[in-house]
């Protein structure tokens, strides 16, 4: 039974940083992309950043690139999401999903595209 716990999440100010973590079980980590998505009352789940099975390529919504970075530890089947200079608009309830891929191919950035998928993190971030 694949399982993924998303922690890391809580109330900071903008400009403050934070960062994600993803504990996935139950699966050969290695052979998957990984991915956050981040969702807001009312409003579709939306991309924000993937991350190949050798971390090698990692696209990023236009909206936090240059901000958020991705990173994945194979060994401890975690994935993480350090994200920089937070804004209002970045609050929102954070997911982790992760997809059986090949080699360096990353899945699309639908929420369709991804197998599984944790409970979420809330990430507020005050002005």
């Known amino acids: 039974q694949v399982q993924l716990v998303e922690s890391g999440g809580g109330l900071v100010q903008a400009g403050a940083s934070l960062r994600l973590s993803c504990a996935a079980s139950g699966l050969t980590f290695s052979y998957y992309s990984l991915a956050w998505f981040r969702q807001t009352p009312g409003k579709e789940r939306e991309f924000v950043a993937t991350?190949?099975?050798?971390?090698?390529?990692?696209p990023y919504a236009d909206s936090v690139k240059g901000r958020f970075v991705i990173s994945r530890d194979n060994d401890r089947k975690m994935v993480y999401l350090q994200m920089h200079n937070l804004k209002p608009e970045d609050t929102a309830v954070y997911y982790c999903?992760?997809?059986?891929?090949?080699?360096?191919?990353?899945?699309?950035?639908?929420?369709?595209?991804?197998?599984?998928w944790g409970q979420g993190t809330q990430v507020t971030v005050s002005s």
């Open positions: 999903a992760a997809k059986r891929t090949i080699s360096s191919v990353v899945p699309g950035r639908n929420v369709g595209d991804y197998d599984y």
């Open positions: 991350i190949s099975r050798g971390g090698g390529t990692t």
